[in-house]
């Protein structure tokens, strides 16, 4: 069995071409699936003219079951829950943005997550896999079903739900191409994040591979002390080398790489902390986003507006870049970053 949202376009061309069928038939059952949804192999072959040899080697295309979808009466955050065929849960989370009806689909590429941070509750999970590329596709598609019957429109997609998406390189990346290309899903490349601890081997890998999808590093701290504290496993890492594969790549590509820094009160956000990560970026072109840490322990807290404001403006001093309050969403249906459990 072959499924285009399995196969990068020119793997699912190939095996098309192996059943004697070209690729402007093939990339027409790709569109019908990736861009218009439409799963009937009954439909393929009556409406879409695809040749029974190739319907028959697709064959019924599985699907994530969605057992739940809950809104935030607070800001409109959506969470789907989604049950695999071994009986684990993932989920993905639908983002409004600022744009009136446009939304991002933040997508997971495991279940569970094996990074260990200390604030995550994702981390906690104790069944962790990868996800194959269909898995993350079928997150998207739904997801994107789902936006449109309430007239909203996906114009992004982020890697940021569960899971280390470098841990999960090949999938993850099948997964991006099959999101922008133009008989997919349409998303721009630029409105694709990927986003990592800070896995250096594979960030310069995707560096070298040229790759156009935007590239998030989530920080924690910007000294190894407090990383072995807050991200044990990222922390094995050197910060330094961490940076020095963001400078890397953000030469290369260009542009600024987004440093995600979780803000944890009492913890990582002393004028000290601001200077660390100032000297630690140097002049790196970087972005720097701010989110605030949403822990179900308790153990962890967001700071208050003072602490917030105040290292904002140690950051400023220190940083002389981009700082950005990245709003993490959806707290009371457990859909912000870090909470996403299969709970909520």
Avoid at 264 to 287: K, Y
Wanted: a positive charge; charged letters at 25%; one cysteine or more.
């Amino acid at each position: 069995m072959i499924d285009p949202r399995d196969l990068s376009p020119d793997a699912f061309r190939r095996e098309a071409e192996a059943l004697g069928v070209g690729p402007p038939i093939s990339r027409r059952l790709s569109s019908a699936v990736l861009a218009r949804g439409i799963f009937d192999p009954q439909v393929w072959m009556s409406s879409l003219q695809i040749p029974r040899r190739l319907m028959e080697a697709v064959g019924p295309l599985e699907r994530l079951r969605l057992e739940r979808s809950i809104v935030s009466p607070r800001d409109g955050f959506q969470k789907l829950s989604f049950r695999t065929a071994d009986d684990l849960i993932l989920e993905t989370v639908i983002i409004p943005l600022h744009k009136p009806g446009a939304v991002s689909i933040c997508v997971s590429s495991q279940v569970g997550c094996a990074m260990g941070c200390r604030f995550c509750a994702t981390a906690r999970m104790t069944r962790r896999r990868n996800l194959k590329t269909w898995e993350i596709l079928d997150q998207f598609l739904q997801a994107r079903e789902m936006a449109r019957a309430s007239g909203r429109r996906p114009t992004g997609v982020v890697f940021m739900g569960m899971g280390e998406p470098f841990l999960n390189y090949e999938n993850v990346l099948v997964a991006a191409d099959l999101l922008r290309c133009s008989w997919g899903a349409s998303i721009g490349a630029k409105a694709i994040t990927i986003s990592t601890v800070g896995l250096v081997p594979e960030i310069d890998r995707f560096t070298r591979e040229g790759h156009n999808y935007r590239l998030a590093i989530s920080l924690g701290a910007a000294t190894d002390a407090q990383r072995e504290r807050l991200v044990p496993v990222a922390a094995r890492t050197p910060v330094a080398e961490v940076m020095a594969a963001a400078r890397r790549h953000a030469l290369a590509r260009r542009e600024r790489v987004t440093l995600a820094y979780v803000c944890i009160s009492g913890q990582n956000m002393a004028e000290e902390d601001a200077r660390a990560l100032g000297a630690l970026i140097g002049d790196t072109p970087v972005r720097v986003d701010l989110i605030e840490v949403t822990d179900p322990t308790g153990m962890y807290h967001p700071p208050d507006a003072v602490e917030l404001k105040a290292f904002r403006d140690a950051l400023t001093r220190h940083v002389g870049q981009p700082i950005v309050r990245r709003y993490s969403g959806g707290k009371d249906i457990q859909a912000a970053c870090g909470t996403l459990a299969g709970a909520g």
